[in-house]
């Protein structure tokens, strides 16, 4: 198959590479020419805009985007996919934004005659690179059932979710959680350890009892529990605290919009907020146990 990718970030260059491993035919597009570059030597085909992947004989068009705003100018804007793509072309948005604003684009897509789905992903860098990525997918059943076999090319776990949006339901929700669970181990991991316990045995403890969870037995903030967790090499590499922040504030905004109440949802996001504004953006999120340990304040 034909397709176009846009957005060949940390996420979107690992999925196209995984695309043409799959013997799938690549177009890519991305403002990093670098980026485009290294997908090229990969054998991709370079076009120079997002009219240019719109006009080409692409069967399918996913994007991976950084935000909401992204998404719109790519699909909406005057020089934007839906201005010029052909009808029937398919349409896959895997970038994490609002479900409000995939449900309107989605909408206008299919107007227009062109099938899409929402499909965010969850498992980090290391799963792009490995194939293994969770896709959460929102959209119509026979268009997910015609998406499915591309995107096990580039993931494990593909879960319909229901309607146009809902794969987005499903990534905020599950997000906010980890930040909460992540915040409530790293409490109790402080806590532990402040009153003499070797880190090492606590976390076994709440790994064998009622406390455990992902954000405890696979990426422990307390350094030197996991090896080869972010917590054991200076909380480089993994989810930046950043990208879960923005993460928070669609989680808390899709709630506002519901009047749905998420109260450990916006105590994480003022708790990542505060960490952040302290110039630790760029570091795992699980980096937030320092706000516990008084490291680096």
């Given at each position: 198959?034909?397709?176009?990718?846009?957005?060949?970030?940390?996420?979107?260059?690992?999925?196209?590479?995984?695309?043409?491993?799959?013997?799938?035919?690549?177009?890519?597009?991305?403002?990093?020419?670098?980026?485009?570059?290294?997908?090229?030597?990969?054998?991709?085909n370079?076009?120079?805009?997002?009219?240019?992947i719109?006009?080409?004989?692409?069967?399918?068009i996913?994007?991976?985007?950084?935000?909401?705003?992204?998404?719109?100018?790519?699909?909406?804007?005057d020089?934007?996919?839906?201005?010029?793509?052909?009808?029937?072309v398919r349409?896959?948005?895997?970038?994490?934004?609002?479900?409000?604003?995939?449900?309107?684009?989605?909408?206008?897509?299919s107007?227009?005659g062109n099938?899409?789905?929402?499909?965010?992903?969850?498992?980090?860098?290391?799963?792009?690179?490995?194939?293994?990525?969770?896709?959460?997918?929102?959209?119509?059943?026979?268009?997910?059932?015609?998406?499915l076999?591309v995107?096990?090319?580039?993931?494990?776990?593909?879960v319909?979710?229901?309607?146009a949006?809902?794969?987005?339901?499903?990534?905020?929700a599950?997000?906010?959680?980890?930040?909460?669970?992540?915040?409530?181990?790293s409490?109790?991991?402080?806590?532990?350890?402040?009153?003499?316990?070797?880190?090492?045995?606590?976390?076994?403890?709440?790994?064998?009892?009622?406390?455990?969870?992902?954000?405890?037995?696979?990426?422990?903030?307390?350094?030197?529990?996991?090896?080869?967790?972010?917590?054991?090499?200076?909380?480089?590499?993994?989810?930046g605290?950043?990208?879960?922040?923005?993460?928070?504030?669609?989680?808390?905004?899709?709630?506002k919009?519901?009047?749905?109440?998420?109260?450990?949802?916006?105590?994480?996001?003022?708790l990542?907020?505060?960490?952040?504004?302290?110039?630790?953006?760029?570091?795992?999120?699980?980096?937030?146990?320092?706000?516990?340990?008084?490291?680096d304040?």
């Open positions: 198959m034909h397709i176009g990718f846009i957005g060949l970030g940390n996420m979107g260059a690992p999925m196209a590479r995984n695309l043409l491993g799959a013997r799938h035919r690549l177009s890519v597009f991305d403002l990093s020419q670098a980026a485009v570059k290294g997908l090229v030597e990969a054998g991709a370079a076009v120079h805009s997002v009219t240019d719109a006009h080409s004989d692409v069967e399918l996913i994007t991976m985007l950084p935000a909401a705003s992204h998404v719109r100018q790519v699909y909406l804007g020089s934007g996919l839906l201005s010029s793509v052909a009808p029937s349409l896959i948005d895997s970038s994490t934004i609002d479900p409000m604003s995939a449900r309107e684009v989605a909408a206008i897509a107007k227009q099938p899409m789905l929402d499909a965010p992903v969850s498992g980090g860098t290391g799963g792009a690179e490995a194939g293994t990525l969770t896709f959460m997918v929102g959209g119509d059943t026979a268009d997910y059932d015609a998406a076999s995107l096990q090319s580039m993931g494990k776990n593909i319909h979710c229901g309607p949006g809902n794969g987005q339901v499903a990534k905020v599950n997000n906010m959680l980890l930040a909460i669970s992540m915040i409530g181990v409490e109790a991991m402080s806590l532990g350890v402040s009153l003499g316990m070797d880190a090492k045995v606590l976390a076994g403890i709440i790994n064998t009892s009622s406390g455990r969870c992902w954000s405890s037995d696979t990426y422990n903030p307390y350094p030197g529990v996991i090896e080869g967790a972010p917590a054991s090499r200076n909380y480089t590499g993994g989810f605290t950043d990208l879960m922040l923005k993460d928070l504030g669609l989680a808390t905004e899709a709630a919009q519901q009047k749905q109440p998420v109260i450990l949802g916006a105590l994480a996001q003022q990542y907020q505060t960490f952040s504004s302290q110039g630790h953006g760029t570091m795992d999120f699980s980096a937030i146990i320092k706000m516990y340990s008084g490291e304040q």
